[in-house]
T-cell receptor
Framework: NAGVTQTPKFRILKIGQSMTLQCTQDMNHNYMYWYRQDPGMGLKLIYYSVGAGITDKGEVPNGYNVSRSTTEDFPLRLELAAPSQTSVYFC????????????FGPGTRLTVT | QKEVEQDPGPLSVPEGAIVSLNCTYSNSAFQYFMWYRQYSRKGPELLMYTYSSGNKEDGRFTAQVDKSSKYISLFIRDSQPSDSATYLC???????????FGKGTHLIIQP
């Protein structure tokens, strides 16, 4: 199993541009999450999904959108990128019986200038 | 209120030392207490978890939870340079709504 994969690894955006961060997992996990990690800070939850067609906001959802059309994929969309969205973005998945055991992808480093 | 406090360090100790990493939290609904390890420029990985109060040992690592004082600890015995990483505590109520992470403690083990 590849686990949780994220693309791209790095990206530089100009203010006002849009992009989609891709996340795929091959472990048949129902639950998926998007976090952001700013320097010297812990991870903050952006959005999460408990299954295909179901998404919900986390702690810091403003400026982002998500969709979950399949069990495997959970893309994160940034509309009108702002410098405050410069961060490292991590996708994670977990089986429903062990919601605390999150498997993380390698992250996407995004810079907005 | 979801809040987890953790000293960001850096904490630098010589190889072979016993390391103590700590967190405090405010939400009494937390029942699961996780420690994640994050190497530089990598995603976090689950190191250990404890359910409710008590101790749990896994090799050189011991996790300790005191729910009465809302205090979480991770002890590392015979620390190795490969233990150098950021350690994040993450308590949870066990639901699907994600984890609440501390800021992480940056640990450096000097050879």
């Amino acid at each position: 199993n590849a686990g949780v994969t994220q693309t791209p690894k790095f990206r530089i955006l100009k203010i006002g541009q849009s992009m989609t961060l891709q996340c795929t997992q091959d472990m048949n996990h129902n639950y998926m999450y998007w976090y952001r990690q700013d320097p010297g800070m812990g991870l903050k939850l952006i959005y999460y999904s408990v299954g295909a067609g179901i998404t919900d906001k986390g702690e810091v959802p403003n400026g982002y959108n998500v969709s979950r059309s399949t069990t495997e994929d959970f893309p994160l969309r940034l509309e009108l990128a702002a410098p405050s969205q410069t961060s490292v973005y991590f996708c994670a998945s977990t089986p429903p019986r062990n919601a605390y055991e999150q498997y993380f992808g390698p992250g996407t480093r995004l810079t907005v200038t | 209120q979801k809040e987890v406090e953790q000293d960001p360090g850096p904490l630098s100790v010589p190889e072979g030392a016993i390391v103590s990493l700590n967190c405090t939290y405010s939400n009494s609904a937390f029942q699961y207490f996780m420690w994640y390890r994050q190497y530089s420029r990598k995603g976090p990985e689950l190191l250990m978890y404890t359910y409710s109060s008590g101790n749990k040992e896994d090799g050189r690592f011991t996790a300790q939870v005191d729910k009465s004082s809302k205090y979480i600890s991770l002890f590392i015995r015979d620390s190795q340079p490969s233990d150098s990483a950021t350690y994040l505590c993450a308590p949870s109520g066990g639901g699907a709504d994600g984890l609440t992470f501390g800021k992480g403690t940056h640990l450096i083990i000097q050879p």
